[in-house]
């Protein structure tokens, strides 16, 4: 008798554990259901800013259609409105109920609407999972919003952003790139405080302002200013703040982070935290039959804090560490119907995550904890970290290393996309640094080689952990663009921040070969 497998979510994480279970689809042993509430083929939110300023097409985002993976059950449109623990049932808003051994939510993450004076909530959207806003006002999460975002660039208009995390500066320096005119408002003295330190954030608004981004520290946004225009319908026109500044615009894009979807799972009776709780095998700590991953899972140890009311920790928010959820699920999953003696064991590869800033403005990456000051003094008895600090800000470069005993514990690198790849490598492997911390800088010199040192096995692709050496073979294989090696390696097609790097292996291979 087959499994009967359900997923609730198609996003990037849902469709990337269906396509790791095909084999067991193909042979029988399990039936696959995925339940997406929204009417469009699955497609890659975290490339969303890039269809919204014109640099990508749906059809670059989308990630599956139905015949892309033969066997699955693909609903779109389906809206879960309830599940039933105790009959295994998950029931849709059409009335009808779909039955499992396994339930695995994929529900990913929400945004947070802030409270503000004037903001209207219209009611639930075309999926009934998220509010519509007053008019002109978005949070850039899905194809519609997109398409407001559109609209004001291809009319140059001006676009107010509300928060200067990743994803809101990231929009910012698209919007930009595209013609728009972007002003960031944040709370904050600077943008991207989780990932910057005092010094990269200075060169980041440096960069920022040269290229036309207004912004705006300081910011306590208290209300929207709206106006009703001859149709009736009430329009954002400015975002009013607590010491009485005004910041017009056309649009106001909401980007004041996310939360996990976890709605249907605390109806439903399960643990949640800060997304489904989970343990080290992805399961429920109150259901062995279910399963999160991606976005809403919380993974932490219930003999540790089953009985805590806080549990620490929550999901990694980026796409990488969900897309690796799904695939060790899906092979846990496999090695039990299987009843293999190998089996992947227990979910680990919880390291923090590299976050990469996307844009042709600046090139940023950061990891860890970059807050240590290298001339802070020790209190007694405390062994100081290691920190190494190189900066150029006439020419808008960046680095700072942090390490305990040699290993890298933490960096930040901006305006140096070689020196980042490398970090990058040497802190997902808990690698120590080189005694000579300058060699790192000249991997940036434009006569280096494209390959840094740590050579074909370094990882060049975070998010889909795809090696510099599997990426040049596919290029010796025939691949000659991005999107060719993608489709062959499935680099570049996650958070994308990985392409000027296959662009440059495609280079130096298109010269090898002249």
């Not at 009736?232 to 607590?242: C, E, T, V, Y």
């Amino acid at each position: 008798m087959s499994e009967r497998i359900v997923v609730i979510g198609a996003g990037p994480v849902g469709i990337r554990f269906a396509e790791e279970l095909l084999p067991l689809v193909a042979e029988g042993r399990a039936t696959v259901t995925v339940l997406g509430a929204e009417t469009a083929d699955p497609y890659n939110r975290v490339l969303i800013a890039e269809l919204a300023v014109g640099e990508a097409t749906a059809d670059e985002l989308t990630l599956a259609t139905a015949s892309a993976l033969p066997g699955v059950d693909l609903r779109l449109g389906a809206r879960v409105m309830r599940i039933d623990r105790d009959a295994q049932t998950v029931e849709l808003a059409e009335g009808s109920a779909i039955g499992y051994d396994r339930l695995v939510f994929a529900t990913g993450a929400r945004s947070i609407i802030p409270s503000l004076d004037g903001l209207e909530t219209l009611g639930p959207d075309g999926t009934g999972l998220d509010t519509r806003l007053t008019t002109g006002v978005c949070v850039l999460r899905d194809l519609s919003d997109a398409e407001k975002v559109r609209a004001v660039v291809e009319s140059g208009g001006r676009v107010v952003v509300l928060g200067a995390g990743v994803l809101g500066i990231e929009l910012a320096m698209l919007l930009a790139d595209a013609g728009a005119i972007p002003a960031v408002a944040h709370f904050g003295p600077m943008p991207m405080p989780r990932q910057l330190d005092r010094g990269s954030a200075s060169i980041l608004s440096t960069a920022l302002a040269s290229a036309g981004v207004t912004l705006v520290p300081h910011t306590r946004a208290e209300g929207v200013i709206g106006v009703e225009g001859d149709d009736g319908i009430r329009r954002f026109r400015a975002l009013a703040s607590s010491d009485g500044k005004r910041i017009e615009g056309d649009l106001l894009v909401l980007s004041c982070g996310v939360r996990a979807r976890t709605e249907l799972a605390e109806a439903a009776g399960l643990r949640v935290g800060n997304g489904v709780l989970v343990d080290a095998s992805l399961r429920s700590w109150s259901d062995p039959r279910i399963h999160a991953i991606g976005d809403c899972a919380h993974v932490a140890d219930p003999a540790e804090f089953l009985h805590e009311r806080q549990v620490p920790g929550g999901p990694a928010g980026l796409v990488g560490p969900g897309w690796r959820q799904a695939s060790w699920l899906a092979a846990s999953i496999t090695a039990e119907l299987d009843s293999a003696d190998e089996h992947p064991g227990e979910y680990t590869d919880e390291h923090p995550g590299v976050v990469v800033l996307k844009g042709e403005l600046v090139d940023i990456a950061s990891a860890g904890d970059v807050s240590a000051d290298p001339f802070a003094p020790v209190p007694a008895g405390e062994d100081a970290p290691g920190v190494a600090v190189w900066a150029d800000p006439e020419h808008g470069t960046y680095v700072k290393m942090a390490t305990r005993d040699g290993i890298l514990t933490g960096f930040v690198a901006v305006g140096m996309p070689r020196a980042a790849a490398e970090l990058s490598v040497l802190y997902l492997r808990g690698g120590e640094l080189p005694a000579d911390r300058s060699l790192l800088l000249r991997l940036d010199d434009p006569d280096a080689d494209a390959v840094a040192p740590a050579g074909r096995d370094a990882t060049l692709c975070i998010c889909n952990a795809v090696t510099v050496g599997q990426i040049e073979d596919a290029i010796d294989d025939g691949c000659s663009s991005v999107a060719a090696v993608g489709d062959c390696t499935r680099a570049g097609t996650g958070c994308g921040g990985c392409r000027a790097r296959i662009t440059e292996l495609l280079h130096a291979h298109a010269g090898a070969v002249a």
